[in-house]
C-alpha cells in the first residue's frame, strides 16, 4: 500500500508541476531508485529533485553474506554511501557468523531458518550524519528533495536561489539492517536509510490535501518563480 501511495504522490506532482511549468511537459519519471524522481527547471537552469509523500525510508536494499556482508546490488548509489560511512564495518563486527539463510540447510527447512537467524541477527539501528543522505541523492543527481508533508529543502547547495533549507540542518537520520519476514516461511537481510524532519520548510512544491489523500493542494507559486 506505501509503495502505491508513494507512486500516485509522484504521479499527481509530476502532473501538477507540468501545468505549473516546472516540469518540462514531455518528461516522464524514470519510475527506479536509482534515478531522481523528478527533473526540474527555473528559466533557463534545469536540476533533479527527489519526492517523498513523507518521512520515511531513503532508501534500501537487501544484504548478501559470502565470506563478509555486502549488497545484492552493486550498482545502487547506496553502495557508494555504506562505504564512504563505513557502515559495513559495523556489520561486519556485530554479525560476525554466517547466516543459516546462506547455507544449504535453507532450502531444506526456511521456517527453521528464520527462527535461528531471527534469534542470532539482532537488528542494529544507528544514527548518521544527515549528510549521509544528501550523498545518497546527490549522487544520484538530485540538487533537492520535496517532501510532501514538510516541503523543500536542498542538499548543500540552492542551485535555484529558492531560499530554502538545508536538508541536513532539518534532519535526523538512521540506518538499521535486520531479518524482514517475506511470506511463507521466505526471509532476507535488509539494510535500509531513513529520516525524520524537525523542521517545516517555508516552501512545498507538491503539498498533500493531507497525510492520507496524496493530490496536490494548489498553491500560490509566486515564490519559486521570484
Same mark, same amino acid.
Given at each position: 500500500?506505501?509503495s502505491h ?8 506532482a509530476t ?6 511549468? =516546472?516540469v518540462d511537459?514531455?518528461?516522464v519519471?524514470?519510475?527506479? @531508485?536509482? @534515478?531522481?524522481d523528478?527533473? &526540474?527547471r *527555473?528559466?533557463d537552469?534545469? %536540476?533533479?529533485c527527489e519526492?517523498? =509523500?513523507?518521512?520515511a525510508?531513503a532508501?534500501?536494499?537487501?544484504? $548478501?553474506?559470502?565470506?563478509g ?10 553502495l557508494y554511501?555504506a ?7 559495523v556489520?561486519q563486527?556485530?554479525?560476525?557468523? *554466517? ?5 544449504p540447510?535453507? +532450502? @531444506?527447512s $526456511? ?6 537467524? $531471527? +534469534?542470532a541477527?539482532r ?5 548518521? %550524519?544527515?549528510?549521509c543522505i544528501?550523498?545518497y541523492?546527490?549522487? $544520484?543527481?538530485?540538487?533537492? &528533495?520535496? &517532501?510532501?508533508?514538510?516541503?523543500l529543502y536542498h542538499?548543500? !547547495? ?20 535486520r531479518?524482514?519476514?517475506k511470506k511463507?516461511? +521466505?526471509y532476507?537481510? !535488509?539494510?535500509?536509510?531513513a529520516?525524520k524532519?524537525?523542521?517545516? +520548510? ?6 498533500? =490535501?493531507s497525510?492520507?489523500?496524496?493530490? =496536490?493542494?494548489?498553491?500560490n ?6
Amino acid at each position: 500500500m506505501g509503495s502505491h501511495k508513494g507512486f500516485l504522490y509522484e504521479k499527481n506532482a509530476t502532473e501538477y508541476l507540468k501545468r505549473q511549468r =516546472i516540469v518540462d511537459p514531455d518528461f516522464v519519471s524514470p519510475g527506479n @531508485e536509482d @534515478e531522481p524522481d523528478l527533473e &526540474i527547471r *527555473k528559466g533557463d537552469k534545469k %536540476t533533479f529533485c527527489e519526492l517523498k =509523500i513523507k518521512c520515511a525510508s531513503a532508501g534500501s536494499l537487501v544484504l $548478501k553474506y559470502d565470506s563478509g556482508w555486502s549488497f545484492a546490488d552493486t550498482t545502487s548509489p547506496l553502495l557508494y554511501v555504506a562505504k564512504e560511512f563505513k557502515l559495513f564495518d559495523v556489520l561486519q563486527d556485530t554479525w560476525s557468523s *554466517k547466516p543459516y539463510r546462506f547455507t544449504p540447510l535453507y +532450502s @531444506e527447512s $526456511k521456517a527453521e531458518c528464520y527462527k535461528k537467524d $531471527k +534469534s542470532a541477527f539482532r537488528e542494529i539501528k544507528q544514527s548518521v %550524519t544527515a549528510d549521509c543522505i544528501g550523498l545518497y541523492y546527490r549522487t $544520484k543527481g538530485a540538487q533537492y &528533495i520535496n &517532501i510532501g508533508t514538510h516541503g523543500l529543502y536542498h542538499f548543500g !547547495t540552492d542551485v535555484f536561489g529558492l531560499g530554502v533549507r538545508n536538508f541536513a540542518d532539518c534532519a535526523e537520520v538512521w540506518y538499521r539492517a535486520r531479518v524482514q519476514y517475506k511470506k511463507k516461511s +521466505s526471509y532476507q537481510f !535488509t539494510f535500509e536509510l531513513a529520516f525524520k524532519m524537525n523542521c517545516h +520548510s517555508v516552501y512545498n512544491l507538491a503539498p498533500l =490535501i493531507s497525510r492520507r489523500d496524496v493530490n =496536490i493542494k494548489e498553491s500560490n507559486m509566486e515564490w519559486y518563480y521570484a
